[in-house]
Structure formats: structure tokens, C-alpha cells
């Protein structure tokens, strides 16, 4: 089993809509959970982080946590075309060390 | 420069031969990670530095790849007998406090062509 799951993909939504991105891991003492947006042929860029359960909003986006069910989602509001990209779910590695598994991403085309 | 710095940005390089990317990190980040990505996947973790010290090298899959950073800034990746599957980005990230508590920032990778 992976450390990160994601659905790969693609996810397309028109511009405007609510895109809604997934992500399970399978270690239950994880404690820091992030998401990374990546442009193609460019980086990861950190866009969100969460370390507690629950919901945190920073603009346009909204990180959800759920350590029960070991699960964690992005939503976007207002969708931009700006925002197609890959996202990528990070969780801290076992008993949190001081790295970072990655999922495989999920790329997202907002239509205009 | 501000970012974490890579060279080369692009190496071609035949079956076999051996093979060095640079890293140079944000100044003042203890904190140096490596990972590599495929297309389509997301970054592998390879290796994670505090300091001069691998913190974890179990990401590394065989011995043919190693890893330092003898001052505890620049980082050096290298790669023995390079072989068609090492083919992908590499990607260093450095971070001020660490990956759990705080952001990775990454460079714009070096994409390594086994031929």
C-alpha cells in the first residue's frame, strides 16, 4: 500500500464550479499534512498546510483533515483557469520525521 | 540567488556512465531534501539532510546512488552506472524548520536522460 493515495485524474470542472481533490494516506501517527500545486514543467509550490482536524480557509481554498478515517481533501471555490495544474497530496513520513511522501497528483483543468 | 539553485537543468548521459547534480539551497536552510519524479508521478523521496548529516537516506534504491553535503550547505547527487531507468527530475527542496512544520521549497529540477 502507498503512503499517499490520489485519484490521478483528470478532474475538469468549468470555471466558477467547486473542484473537490482527494487524498488517503496509511500512516495513522502522521501529523502534518500538506497540499503542493504544480504548473506543468515547473516545481511543486506549497499552497496549503494542516496539521489539525477539521477545516482551514486561506482564500479561495479549503484544506479539510479527517485523522479517523487517515483522509484529507482540497476544495476549490470559484474555480480560475488559472488553477488547472497538478496538485499533489504530501504527508509526513512515519512516526513525523522530518520528510515528506508524496501521492501520485491529480490534474485539474478548469474549462473557461 | 533567493530560490534553491540546480545544475545542470538538463544532462544527457549514455547507459553506464557516471553522473553529479548540484544543489544550492536557500541560505540558511539546515534542512536540504532530495526526491526525483517520473512523469506522471509525483516526487520520490530519495534522501534528507539536517545539516551535513543524511537525517535519511532510505529513499536512495540502490547503493549506485549517494548523496553529501559536506559543509552543510551545497549538496551533491551522484550516480554510478547510470542505467535508462534513472531517467526522471530530479528535484532538491531546502526548508528552514523542516518538512513537518515547514514548507519545502523546491528547485526547478534537473532532468537527468539515460540514453
Known amino acids: 500500500q502507498k503512503e499517499v493515495e490520489q485519484n490521478s485524474g483528470p478532474l475538469s470542472v468549468p470555471e466558477g464550479a467547486i473542484a473537490s481533490l482527494n487524498c488517503t494516506y496509511s500512516d495513522r501517527v502522521s501529523q502534518s499534512f500538506f497540499w503542493y500545486r504544480q504548473y506543468s514543467g515547473k516545481s511543486p509550490e506549497l499552497i496549503m498546510s494542516?496539521?489539525?482536524?477539521g477545516d482551514k480557509e486561506d482564500g479561495r481554498f479549503t484544506a479539510q483533515l479527517n485523522k479517523a478515517s487517515q483522509y484529507v481533501s482540497l476544495l476549490i471555490r470559484d474555480s480560475q483557469p488559472s488553477d488547472s495544474a497538478t496538485y499533489l497530496c504530501a504527508v509526513n513520513a512515519k512516526g513525523g520525521a522530518n520528510n515528506l511522501f508524496f501521492g501520485t497528483g491529480t490534474r485539474l483543468t478548469v474549462i473557461p | 540567488g533567493a530560490g534553491v539553485s540546480q545544475t545542470p537543468s538538463n544532462k544527457v548521459t549514455e547507459k553506464g556512465k557516471y553522473v553529479e547534480l548540484r544543489c544550492d539551497p536557500i541560505?540558511?536552510?539546515?534542512?536540504l531534501y532530495w526526491y526525483r519524479q517520473s512523469l506522471g508521478q509525483g516526487p520520490e523521496f530519495l534522501i534528507y539532510f539536517q545539516g551535513t548529516g543524511a537525517a535519511d537516506d532510505s529513499g536512495l534504491p540502490n547503493d549506485r546512488f549517494f548523496a553529501v553535503r559536506p559543509e552543510g550547505s551545497v549538496s551533491t547527487l551522484k550516480i554510478q552506472r547510470t542505467e535508462r531507468g534513472d531517467s526522471a527530475v530530479y528535484l532538491c527542496?531546502?526548508?528552514?524548520?523542516?518538512?513537518?512544520?515547514?514548507?519545502?521549497?523546491f528547485g526547478e529540477g534537473s532532468r537527468l536522460t539515460v540514453l
Open positions: 494542516i496539521y489539525s482536524n
Open positions: 541560505s540558511g536552510h539546515t534542512a
Open positions: 527542496a531546502s526548508s528552514f524548520q523542516g518538512a513537518s512544520t515547514g514548507e519545502l521549497f
